[in-house]
């Protein structure tokens, strides 16, 4: 038990260390929910979801969410268009599983987005990236086989 404890509590100072809550993919004042959408990583399965860049398709322009910061955000606002999201999809107790998938989402004003990863149902090699509108339900699913 106490084992379990030390492992918990090592993993939370770990993963607190590497990420951010919140990042603006904008510049300027902050601008109301109605305005922008809203990604959110997930961090209650079996993989944490932190993002790495984004592709704005309009201008071809990539930019990096951890840009002059030293910590991954969890949380991305984001201003409406289409972009390519590079993820990061760390698992939880094994380290050396991790996956970069880049997944394409059409972000709306108003709207949230959760982006979660899995293993893929009775496979051991895939993992699969979801992005789930919170408001519709409407799920994109992008599989990523890992290496």
């Known amino acids: 038990m106490k ?12 993963s607190c260390s590497l990420y ?5 993919a904008y ?30 398709t309009a201008d071809g322009q990539v930019q ?11 949380v991305v606002h984001m201003l409406p ?5 590079k993820l990061e999809c760390l698992h939880r107790r094994v380290s ?7 997944i394409k989402v059409e972000v709306k004003a108003g709207m ?5 990863c899995q293993r893929a149902p009775q496979t051991k090699n895939k993992i699969i990236a979801y992005v789930i509108n919170q408001k519709t339900t409407e799920t994109l699913e992008v599989p990523v086989y890992l290496r």
């Open 96 to 102: 050396n599983i991790s996956v970069n998938p880049s």
């Open 20 to 24: 951010q809550p919140l990042v603006r």
């Open 112 to 116: 949230t987005y959760e982006v979660q």
């Open 3 to 14: 084992k379990l404890l030390v492992a918990g509590l090592s993993f939370l100072i770990f």
């Open 81 to 85: 268009g289409t972009y390519l999201i």
């Open 27 to 56: 510049k300027g004042s902050p601008l109301s929910k109605d305005k922008i959408g809203v990604l959110m990583g997930d961090e209650n399965t079996e993989f944490f979801v932190s993002f790495l860049e984004y592709t704005n």
């Open 64 to 74: 990096d969410y951890v840009s002059g910061l030293t910590k991954q955000p969890l």
